[in-house]
């Protein structure tokens, strides 16, 4: 007689198959996500960290997934076998560890498992240096990978995903969710890509819910798990950069961060011009139409549930608490491009030392279809080898190479040179981009970590401008600043390739910056203010001088292929204190008159769009009432500028407009031929407004 089942069992048994169907499903799609473009660890790594219930169909998952998308039967055999190692170990463990060595446990079983399957293979081959580095950096992605997934799976089963975790758990959740983006990049439907939606709006959510410190998170880590699938600089660039200012833009509501993000997206387009740019144009742009149309409570009821659950309670002095965060997320900025770094390293040597074409290449292209191979190939090989040999060695050297370069006895023995040939140049053509191609990825790379950097320099700025605040003491407004200023073009131009702006913010400082552009005209007068424009912008954002120049040279470098460069002159004065400092990038001398001496304020340094790397060189000093400065373009100040300080010297009055027209006017009569821009600035004492 059969005995009845009981009616616990069969209902954990039903709720058990959705989600087996759900780890069949996700085993297949990670196994074909590839880290760095080499190995596929992820589906290995999940086999070892799901429960038992749903362990049948998740390593079937894998194994499926794995045969359909590696290539060769050594591979598939290889990881097919390392998932049935691993479930059955993860079966196993399961049932005999204590649960809180399961976590552990998990790791230790995709790291044995893949390293023990890959040592088999590397006895095979002899232990190429190449196969060791890509398997063991299998291995710990493996193990890595399945103590994450574990520690996530764990949570998520206790207590649901929109529920209070602690940081370990929010780890292991940002990380799934990375690696699931990164196995979806491959997917284009209609020329667009499903996972850079999903990354644009989860990014979105996540600087509305955390501010900046999450946006800035969620930009490197979708960024990079985008750029996993999908190597593109300027992808990788949108996504960091734009997390980060989305999240300072939280605040201000959802259709501003959406916008904010958008017109980075249209400026990464417009600068890359590539099809993928303009696509992901279009990507953020859907991603940003279903963002705003949530309801606000959504935010606010996320950001309380996705706290950490471990969080320190909140203090009374909130700055110093910020301060802290922000230094630490400095530092895991600062760490990511270390391990980016460190990682590209180990595996640049295999990318640099990509071979050229061999002559078994012509001999497989060519000579396996041809009626005398036996001959050729059997009693002729080393003429024929050596023919080759030869084409192969002129090619290498000339770049290309004609039917008459083969020597005479192989072109007497060998009816099909002509497409010898043709072959041997295709083969260089294909080695000549894939060899590009590299290249170009090595100047992506050393731009993305430049950013990495300034980002990092970024949030240790905002965490030092924040304590600064909190400390300094409040100090009256002591001084008024009167501006005038000046232009002249040549004749010959409409436009002048120079340009300025001045403000003042309630604190108390005020900024003027000049730029001047390459050149004269439209094309100078379009660098000097595009630099200004957006130097302004940064600035009145909270971004220090020396972090918004990054950002501007990076915008120059990339704005168009033919080199765009512009100087950037900053006097920048505290009107409670008088303390006065000067930045020059490339700038001309300023002028300043000082308790009735005047001196010529001269620093060398390179304008911005030049090199990746570039500094202010920074100066300063204290000015009172009655004191002025002026700010010149390098077409206002002659050879001999001894009558120019004797201008400023003897000037009389507190009219601005008057002295900038007349020292603009003196260096057009002594012959000045560029464009020629003066701000003449003049401290005032505050009650003598």
């Not at 005999?96 to 293979?121: D, E, K, N, Y």
């Not at 301060?323 to 595996?347: D, H, K, P």
């Not at 009107?575 to 009735?596: E, H, I, P, Q, V």
């Not at 010529?600 to 004191?627: K, M, N, W």
Request: charged share 15%.
């Amino acid at each position: 007689m059969e005995r009845a089942k009981p009616a616990a069992q069969t209902v954990h048994t039903n709720r058990n198959l959705p989600a087996a169907l759900g780890g069949f499903a996700l085993a297949c799609l990670l196994a074909q996500s590839r880290a760095l473009g080499l190995v596929s660890p992820f589906a290995l790594a999940l086999v070892a960290s799901v429960p038992s219930g749903t362990l049948l169909l998740t390593a079937s998952g894998a194994a499926l997934g794995y045969a359909l998308v590696l290539e060769g039967p050594t591979a598939i055999l290889r990881s097919v076998i390392a998932v049935i190692a691993a479930a059955m170990l993860r079966a196993f463990g399961s049932r005999t560890l204590p649960q809180r060595l399961q976590t552990l446990a998990s790791g230790a079983i995709a790291f044995v498992c893949s390293a023990a399957t890959a040592f088999t293979v590397l006895l095979s081959q002899n232990f190429p240096l190449g196969s060791v580095l890509q398997y063991t950096s299998e291995a710990l992605l493996s193990g890595g990978a399945a103590w994450f997934f574990s520690q996530t799976l764990t949570a998520v089963q206790a207590g649901g995903l929109f529920t209070r975790h602690k940081r370990t758990e929010l780890a292991g959740l940002v990380i799934f969710g990375c690696v699931l983006l990164s196995s979806l990049g491959e997917l284009v439907i209609w020329n667009v890509t499903p996972a850079q939606i999903l990354g644009a709006f989860c990014l979105l959510c996540a600087a509305q819910t955390t501010r900046e410190t999450g946006g800035s998170i969620a930009g490197i880590s979708i960024g990079i798990a985008l750029y996993a699938a999908n190597p593109s600089g300027s992808l990788l660039a949108v996504f960091c950069i734009g997390g980060l200012l989305t999240g300072l833009c939280a605040p201000l509501g959802q259709l501003v961060s959406a916008a904010v993000f958008s017109f980075i997206c249209a400026v990464a387009a417009l600068a890359d011009g590539s099809a993928e740019s303009v696509a992901l144009l279009f990507e953020t742009a859907a991603a940003a139409a279903v963002f705003v149309a949530l309801p606000k409570q959504w935010f606010r009821a996320a950001a309380d549930r996705l706290s950490p659950r471990d969080a320190a309670p909140a203090k009374d002095a909130a700055v110093p608490d910020a301060s802290a965060r922000l230094i630490a997320a400095s530092r895991a900025v600062s760490e990511v491009n270390r391990c980016v770094m460190q990682v590209a390293e180990g595996l640049e040597q295999e990318g640099a030392a990509q071979s050229h074409p061999k002559w078994t290449d012509l001999q497989n292209k060519v000579c396996r279809g041809c009626e005398g191979f036996d001959y050729c190939w059997g009693e002729n090989k080393a003429a024929m080898a050596q023919g080759l040999k030869q084409v192969l060695y002129e090619l290498r050297a000339q770049g290309h190479v004609l039917p008459e370069s083969f020597p005479p006895e192989f072109r007497s023995s060998c009816p099909r040179t002509a497409e010898l040939s043709v072959a041997a140049n295709r083969l260089q053509l294909e080695h000549n981009a894939k060899r590009s191609a590299y290249l170009r990825s090595v100047q992506l790379r050393e731009v993305v970590t430049e950013q990495f950097d300034a980002t990092a320099e970024l949030l240790r700025d905002m965490a030092g401008q924040l304590q600064e605040e909190e400390n300094e003491p409040a100090q009256p407004i002591s001084y008024l600043f009167r501006l005038g200023s000046a232009q002249r073009t040549p004749e010959t131009q409409t436009l002048c390739g120079d340009y300025y702006a001045c403000s003042q913010d309630e604190q108390g400082h005020a900024v003027c910056v000049l730029s001047d552009g390459m050149g004269t005209g439209g094309r100078a007068a379009v660098d000097s203010t595009m630099a200004t424009e957006l130097f302004l912008k940064l600035t009145q954002a909270g971004l220090r001088f020396e972090n918004a120049l990054h950002f501007v040279n990076s915008a120059l470098l990339i704005k168009s292929p033919e080199e765009s460069l512009a100087t950037l002159d900053i006097l920048s004065i505290n009107l409670r204190s008088g303390r006065t400092d000067f930045f020059k990038a490339g700038a001309a001398a300023s002028l300043l008159r000082r308790k009735g001496r005047v001196f010529l304020q001269e620093q060398p340094s390179l304008p911005a769009g030049i090199l990746r790397s570039i500094r202010f060189a920074h100066s300063s000093t204290v000015l009172g009432a009655g004191d002025i400065v002026l700010l010149v373009s390098d077409g206002a100040i002659p050879e001999d500028s001894r009558a120019l300080l004797q201008l400023l010297r003897n000037w009389e009055g507190d009219d601005m407009n008057a002295l900038a027209g007349q020292a603009a006017d003196f260096a057009r009569q002594n012959g000045q031929a560029d464009d020629i821009t003066v701000i003449a600035g003049m401290l005032v004492a505050a009650e003598a407004k």
